[in-house]
C-alpha cells in the first residue's frame, strides 16, 4: 500500500524525534499494509543498528527490529519460538522483513509474537520522547484489536524472555478455517514447578488472556477459568464466529491440560 501522505523518511531515528503525525517504521509489513491518512514522517527504527538479540543472566533480549527469520534461527532450540513464528504462514520474503516489535505493536488478535511473548511472561521495554523506560507485561501490552498501551511518541524498544520460561516445557495448539488460515485460536501451556499450570489463550480472544495455577488443575479447573473470558471479549471477524473461537478455546485449554499433566 502506497503511504501517499508521506513527504519525509527519517533514518535512523532515535527517541525524541516523534512529532504529530510521524509512525515508527520497523519492517513496514503492517504499517504498509493498509492506507493510513494521518501519517506524514516516517521514523526508520532498523538502522538505528539495535542488536537483534542479547543473551543475558535473566534471559534473552529481543530487538523490536529482530526480524522473524532471526529470532526463528538463532531461538531455533526452543521449540515454542518456532512454532509461533510458523504461525505467521508468511514466505520467506516476510519472514526477512516483518518484525517481531512491529507484530506486536499492529495488535492484531492474530499476531503470534503477542502469543509467544504473552505466554513466556515476556517484558517490553517502552522509551518515552524524553528518553524516560519503562516495562511492561506482553499480555499487558496489547489492550484490544489494534490497541496498545504505547503513549504518542513512545516507542517498543525490546522485549525481554525469561530465562525460566524459555526452559521450560509448553504445549501449543492452534486452529483456522482453514490449513493456510490466519489464526482462529492460539493456545499455548507453559508447566510451572510443583504441576503448575500458566495458559495463555490469543488469537481468539482481542488481547491475551494469562491463566496460573499453582497445582495441577483439573479439567473444571481450567474450564471455569476459560469461562471467566467474556462472551464479547472473543474476536469476531471473517476468520471465525465467537462461539466457534469459544469453542475451539475450550477444547485446546483441556488438550494442553492433559498433555502438560502427562
Known amino acids: 500500500m502506497d503511504l501517499h501522505t508521506v513527504t519525509e523518511v527519517i533514518s535512523p531515528a532515535a527517541p525524541g524525534m516523534w512529532r504529530p503525525g510521524d509512525a515508527w ?46 529470532l526463528a534461527a538463532r531461538l531455533k532450540r526452543h521449540r515454542i519460538v518456532g512454532q509461533c513464528c510458523h504461525s ?24 503470534p509474537m503477542i502469543s509467544l511473548g504473552s505466554a513466556l511472561d515476556g517484558v517490553c521495554t517502552l522509551i518515552g520522547p524524553a528518553g524516560d523506560e ?36 509448553t504445549s501449543y495448539r492452534r486452529g483456522s478455517l482453514h490449513q493456510h488460515g490466519r489464526s482462529a485460536a492460539l493456545l499455548i501451556g507453559r508447566a510451572e514447578p510443583g504441576g503448575g499450570l500458566t495458559l495463555t489463550v490469543t488469537a481468539a480472544t482481542r488481547r491475551p488472556w494469562v491463566f496460573r495455577f499453582g497445582a495441577p488443575p483439573s479439567a473444571g479447573d481450567v474450564e471455569a477459568a476459560v469461562a471467566t473470558i467474556p462472551p464479547d471479549a472473543y474476536t469476531d471477524d471473517i476468520h471465525g464466529r465467537p462461539a466457534w473461537r469459544m469453542h475451539l478455546t475450550r477444547l485446546f485449554a483441556e488438550q494442553i491440560r492433559t498433555e502438560i499433566g502427562a
Open 88 to 111: 505467521f504462514l508468511a514466505s520467506f520474503k516476510i519472514w526477512n522483513v516483518a518484525t517481531v516489535g512491529g507484530n506486536l505493536c499492529a495488535a492484531l488478535p492474530a499476531g
Open 25 to 70: 517504521l520497523g519492517g513496514g509489513t503492517a504499517l504498509f499494509g493498509e492506507p493510513r491518512p494521518h501519517v506524514s514522517r516516517l521514523l526508520d527504527l532498523p538502522s538505528a543498528g539495535w542488536p537483534s538479540l542479547t543473551v543475558r543472566d535473566d534471559g534473552v533480549e529481543v530487538a523490536a527490529t529482530c526480524t522473524i527469520a532471526e
Open 134 to 169: 519503562r516495562r511492561v507485561p506482553v499480555a499487558e501490552f496489547v489492550t484490544g484489536d489494534g490497541r496498545t498501551v504505547l503513549r504518542d511518541g513512545e516507542l517498543l524498544r525490546s522485549v525481554l524472555l525469561p530465562a525460566a520460561s524459555l526452559r521450560s516445557r
